[in-house]
């Protein structure tokens, strides 16, 4: 028997190999592979409720409704759960993030995990994981990550239906603490989604590519034998090779600020020193401090001191999207 509302809860993920640029923007199907962590205690909780008497799909995201190209995206993976489904009637989302907007933590990963295993659910289909990834994949490509548990890969596939995500460790693998420094940054962003349509005009986008093989099995081969040199080497690598990229693409993406350079100089330094910490930084000025967990507490306190930064959020490993 199949209800026609449910509800799910996912965890937004910080990437260590990046996903930057599509071989198909409109399936969202990445030029390369990229490994993450999922973000416990930071979730977005998502109820769908599939209604026949309403003229339209409605989106209310923390209590205000959305109209525009918000709706569209989210009507746009409402439509493929019909089409698989079967039917026809239009659906209330109703979506609620526990962390702020502006945290440095980009939300659309796991809006659209929750909004993949929700209406999914509340149509009565039952998905599989992959299929749920693929699915969440269409409306954001790091929501595909936001499907499994704990540390995730995201693999290219050859097509639509095998570039999905699967875990490669449970949360329980590695006590890894993501400190997220928070950077004051008035700057208008330029959203991911337009800078994956110009990564290809950057001449250094097919250096990048062709070396994400070697970058992966480094990452994934660092997190399964907890060596956190090689992983913090690894990480601050391809954060770095993904932004001079967007700093070479036509138009140019400078995504740092001045206080994101200085946090790079001190992680550095403080690695150096002996504290286990490695950098990485997505489309925005935000730097994620990851850390083994142990050291969190001295990581948050030493990024609190440094100028420029005005606030710092931590972040586990956090689990699966699940229905609650
Ligand atoms: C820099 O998944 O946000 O955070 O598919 O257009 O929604 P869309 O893009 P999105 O891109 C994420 C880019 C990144 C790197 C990463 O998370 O891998």
Same mark, same amino acid.
């Given at each position: 028997?199949?209800?026609?509302?449910?509800?799910?809860?996912?965890?937004?993920?910080?990437?260590?190999?990046?996903?930057?640029?599509?071989?198909?923007?409109?399936?969202?199907?990445?030029?390369?592979? !990229?490994?993450?962590?999922?973000?416990?205690?930071?979730?977005?909780?998502?109820?769908v409720? @599939?209604?026949?008497s309403?003229?339209?799909?409605?989106?209310?995201?923390?209590?205000h409704?959305v109209?525009?190209?918000g709706?569209?995206?989210?009507?746009?993976?409402?439509?493929? *759960?019909?089409?698989?489904?079967?039917?026809?009637? $239009?659906?209330e989302?109703?979506?609620e993030?526990?962390?702020?907007?502006?945290?440095?933590?980009?939300?659309?990963?796991?809006?659209?995990?929750?909004?993949?295993?929700?209406?999914?659910?509340?149509?009565?289909l039952?998905? !599989?994981?992959?299929?749920?990834?693929?699915?969440?994949?269409?409306?954001s490509?790091s929501?595909?990550?936001?499907i499994?548990?704990? @540390?995730?890969?995201?693999?290219m596939?050859?097509?639509?239906?095998?570039?999905?995500? *699967?875990?490669?460790?449970?949360?329980?693998?590695?006590?890894?603490?993501?400190?997220?420094?928070?950077?004051?940054?008035?700057?208008?962003?330029?959203g991911s989604?337009?800078g994956?349509?110009?990564?290809?005009?950057?001449?250094l986008?097919?250096?990048?590519?062709?070396?994400?093989?070697?970058?992966?099995e480094?990452?994934?081969?660092?997190?399964l034998?907890?060596? @956190?040199?090689?992983?913090? $080497?690894?990480?601050?690598?391809?954060?770095?090779?993904?932004?001079?990229?967007?700093?070479?693409?036509?138009?140019?993406?400078?995504?740092?600020? !001045?206080?994101?350079v200085?946090? @790079?100089?001190? *992680?550095?330094?403080?690695?150096a020193?002996?504290?286990?910490?490695?950098?990485?930084?997505?489309?925005?000025?935000? *730097?994620?401090?990851?850390?083994? !967990?142990?050291?969190?507490?001295?990581?948050?306190?030493?990024?609190?001191?440094?100028?420029?930064?005005?606030?710092?959020?931590?972040?586990?490993?956090?689990?699966?999207?699940?229905l609650?």
């Amino acid at each position: 028997m199949s209800t026609h509302t449910a509800t799910a809860i996912s965890h937004p993920n910080i990437a260590f190999i990046k996903y930057w640029g599509n071989r198909d923007n409109a399936l969202r199907l990445p030029v390369n592979g !990229s490994i993450s962590m999922n973000l416990d205690g930071l979730f977005t909780r998502t109820t769908v409720s @599939f209604q026949p008497s309403l003229p339209f799909d409605e989106l209310i995201i923390n209590g205000h409704e959305v109209a525009g190209k918000g709706l569209t995206r989210v009507s746009y993976i409402l439509d493929l *759960v019909r089409e698989m489904a079967g039917i026809k009637a $239009n659906a209330e989302v109703m979506s609620e993030n526990n962390f702020p907007a502006g945290a440095g933590i980009a939300s659309s990963a796991a809006a659209f995990a929750a909004l993949a295993l929700a209406s999914s659910q509340a149509a009565g289909l039952t998905l !599989s994981e992959g299929q749920l990834s693929r699915l969440a994949r269409r409306g954001s490509g790091s929501a595909s990550r936001s499907i499994p548990s704990g @540390f995730v890969e995201w693999n290219m596939g050859s097509g639509d239906e095998d570039c999905i995500a *699967v875990s490669i460790a449970p949360p329980e693998h590695w006590a890894l603490t993501d400190c997220v420094a928070i950077v004051s940054s008035s700057h208008k962003k330029t959203g991911s989604t337009e800078g994956h349509a110009i990564a290809g005009t950057s001449p250094l986008q097919n250096a990048r590519v062709q070396d994400t093989a070697r970058r992966l099995e480094i990452c994934r081969n660092a997190i399964l034998k907890k060596d @956190f040199e090689a992983f913090a $080497n690894i990480i601050e690598l391809d954060s770095d090779i993904m932004h001079s990229v967007m700093m070479t693409s036509n138009p140019p993406l400078m995504y740092w600020q !001045s206080a994101t350079v200085e946090i @790079f100089h001190q *992680v550095r330094e403080w690695r150096a020193g002996g504290l286990p910490v490695g950098y990485t930084v997505d489309a925005g000025a935000n *730097v994620h401090v990851i850390c083994l !967990s142990e050291y969190a507490k001295e990581v948050e306190k030493r990024l609190r001191e440094l100028p420029g930064v005005s606030n710092v959020l931590a972040a586990g490993v956090g689990g699966a999207a699940k229905l609650v």
